[in-house]
């Protein structure tokens, strides 16, 4: 039985050939070229290089023009000039294009990477990066890799900075283990939006199964005089079929940002994402994959394999798996290249940063926060406290030790 990656391939559609992203002005609007520009890098009066996004010109003035995440337009923040970003919803891309490597990207974009954590950045042309989003450095350097696979889709930010900044205080006062200060006054430190890759895959998958599965049963007899409640197990065999569809399976791509924190953060409403325009990076960046379409589905497959394990199952009524094998492959797959749109920052606490993610989408709030000794050893006490009573409750139950 077949289990291999490649099951089926179908052909696909390109995304390509839209239409400008910009409205309609009038004649003396029109007269200002709507161009990427390349910047040269402006120094701050420390003598550090400024992020200076000028992807994008104003229609109206000329100015630099970013992506508002409030008002979903690109914004002049020197003329007030609004300018809508068209692009369609994004489609499903055939399974095959994941077999083909390329630069695709590399005519529009460029790779940073900081010298100090290793994270890898992809700006457009015309941006330079001042700072790390992810260790706050400005220890940035342009490289010549290859930026890699263009994505065919966005998840545009929707959340502000403003609103991400009062989430995770928010975040911070319910983290009841955290010492009481950092609690009531965590600050936000070096908040930045960045796009972090993401393949999401649709797919229909065919499951052959067999195992053993067990319920547990008490028998009573006496031992010595005394009443004694044994547990012991009946098992039964299972075998069969199944399929299932599995939408949107989203494999984080970046190793700057995990899996689990991805999860944590989800919802991304994938289904509604945009097709990629790179108006949409304007003002942020987006993460470098260090995992390509292949290996983020292997990574997919595991999920698909433990989700076909837990529906099966759930057709059964047991109390333990006592064996369980399970054969599948899948069809029909289809993929998106994502960017989602996270805000990455920290929190100091007694000289030491404790990182944040906060989903620029739904606003969801994951990281990790100091804990407090105290607050553990009183609930490591409560915990004993606990363990000791059903100890007792269970030798009164039973009629044991000085309860005999």
């Keep these: 039985m077949s289990d291999s990656p490649f099951s089926e391939f179908e052909n696909g559609k390109d ?8 409205s309609e002005f009038d004649a003396s609007s029109r007269a200002q070229e709507t161009a990427a520009t390349v910047a040269a890098p402006v120094l701050t009066e420390d003598g550090e290089v400024e992020n200076n996004t000028d992807v994008t010109k104003c229609p109206a003035c000329g100015a630099n023009m970013l992506y508002d995440s409030e008002r979903g337009k690109l914004l002049c923040e020197h003329c007030g000039t609004e300018v809508e970003v068209r692009a369609e919803t994004s489609e499903e891309q055939a399974f095959e294009r994941l077999l083909t490597h390329s630069n695709e990207w590399g005519d529009e974009t460029h790779v940073y ?9 992809i700006l457009s042309d015309g941006e330079i990066a001042g700072k790390c989003p992810f260790c706050g450095t400005t220890n940035i350097v342009r ?7 263009k994505p065919n889709a966005v998840v545009p930010f929707s959340v502000g900075k403003d609103d991400a900044v009062a989430n995770v205080r928010r975040w911070a006062r319910r ?11 965590a600050k936000p430190e070096n908040v930045s939006g960045v796009y972090t890759p993401a393949f999401s895959f649709d797919t229909s998958a065919d499951a052959w199964y067999s195992g053993v599965l067990g319920k547990y049963y008490y028998y009573t007899r006496r031992v010595n005089g005394k009443t004694v409640r044994e547990r012991r197990l009946k098992t039964f065999p299972i075998r069969g079929q199944y399929s299932a569809f599995f939408d949107d399976i989203l494999i984080q791509a970046s190793d700057r940002i995990s899996q689990e924190s991805l999860d944590a953060l989800q919802p991304f409403d994938t289904g509604e994402s945009r097709e990629y325009r790179p108006e949409y990076l304007s003002g942020y960046t987006a993460g470098q994959y260090s995992k390509d379409g292949l290996a983020c589905w292997n990574a997919a497959r595991g999920v698909i394999r433990d989700r076909l394990q837990q529906l099966i199952l759930s057709r059964y ?3 333990t798996v006592v064996s369980f094998h399970l054969d599948f492959q899948c069809r029909n797959t289809t993929y ?9 920052g920290h929190c100091g606490w007694k000289k030491k940063l404790y990182h944040f993610f906060v989903s620029g989408h739904n606003g969801k709030v994951t990281g990790k ?3 407090s000794p105290l607050k553990v050893g009183l609930l490591v ?12 409750l269970f030798m009164w139950w039973n009629g044991m030790g000085p309860f005999a």
């Design 336 to 344: 998106k290249y994502l960017l989602l749109p996270v805000y990455v």
């Design 143 to 149: 490289t010549e890799e290859l930026s890699g696979l």
């Design 113 to 121: 990477r900081c010298e100090n954590c290793g994270a890898r950045e």
């Design 15 to 22: 995304a390509s050939g839209q239409s400008s992203p910009f």
């Design 317 to 319: 009524t047991y109390d």
């Design 369 to 371: 926060a100091p804990v």
């Design 175 to 185: 983290k009841w283990l955290a010492p009481g200060k950092f609690r009531r006054g």
């Design 381 to 392: 006490l409560l915990g004993l406290a606990v363990v000791v009573g059903i100890a007792f």
